[in-house]
T-cell receptor, first 111, second 113 residues
Framework: NAGVTQTPKFRVLKTGQSMTLLCAQD?????MYWYRQDPGMGLRLIHY???????AKGEVPDGYNVSRLKKQNFLLGLESAAPSQTSVYFC??????????FGSGTRLTVV | GENVEQHPSTLSVQEGDSAVIKCTYS??????FPWYKQELGKRPQLIID?????GEKKDQRIAVTLNKTAKHFSLHITETQPEDSAVYFC????????????FGTGTSLTVIP
């Protein structure tokens, strides 16, 4: 039982490059989320999903896209990376009205 | 949407003393309030939570209280230990929001041996 697994753990991108972050959960959770964490700003929601095939925008969605083709996977895409997207990205999953289980995070640096 | 404010942003206590972190929320419909602990370089982990039909919940040295009227909730850690040093985040969520959590900006707790 791995819980929530994020890949990769670290990545350095050049401005304008694209990449996809993968989140996989094995708890059969309906809800999945992508957050970014920046110093002094806590955790801010990028996008989330309430079930397979659904996605919705969170607080800071600009510059990101997501897909949830399978219930256990939630992908976060950056089409054209910018230095402002340098951050630590956390994926999480949950049941309705219950606490999140977070992945171990992806540290992304855009140069 | 919901707005969660958390205070203080930093807190230092002597080992064995108590620590209290306070959060306020704006949406009176919020009904679930979890607390997370994040150690340096690690993922946030749920340490305790409370629902709106309960005023207080305790788990060993940690407790959470909720005042729905005033729209605030607090984390209490008693008999603090060095391993309690971490960043603590409060959060709130309300129905019909896709279980979105609105997080506070965090409290960095340092327990001095």
């Amino acid at each position: 039982n791995a819980g929530v697994t994020q890949t990769p753990k670290f990545r350095v991108l050049k401005t304008g490059q694209s990449m996809t972050l993968l989140c996989a959960q094995d708890m059969n959770h309906e809800y999945m989320y992508w957050y970014r964490q920046d110093p002094g700003m806590g955790l801010r929601l990028i996008h989330y999903s309430v079930g397979e095939g659904t996605t919705a925008k969170g607080e800071v969605p600009d510059g990101y896209n997501v897909s949830r083709l399978k219930k256990q996977n939630f992908l976060l895409g950056l089409e054209s990376a910018a230095p402002s997207q340098t951050s630590v990205y956390f994926c999480a999953s949950s049941w309705y009205s219950s606490g999140y289980t977070f992945g171990s995070g992806t540290r992304l640096t855009v140069v | 949407g919901e707005n969660v404010e958390q205070h203080p942003s930093t807190l230092s206590v002597q080992e064995g003393d108590s620590a209290v972190i306070k959060c306020t929320y704006s949406d009176s419909a919020s009904n679930y309030f979890p607390w997370y602990k994040q150690e340096l370089g690690k993922r946030p982990q749920l340490i305790i939570d409370i629902r709106s039909n309960v005023g207080e919940k305790k788990d060993q040295r940690i407790a959470v209280t909720l005042n729905k009227t005033a729209k605030h909730f607090s984390l209490h850690i008693t008999e603090t230990q060095p391993e309690d040093s971490a960043v603590y985040f409060c959060a709130a969520t309300s129905p019909n929001t896709g279980n979105q959590f609105y997080f506070g900006t965090g409290t960095s707790l340092t327990v001095i041996p």
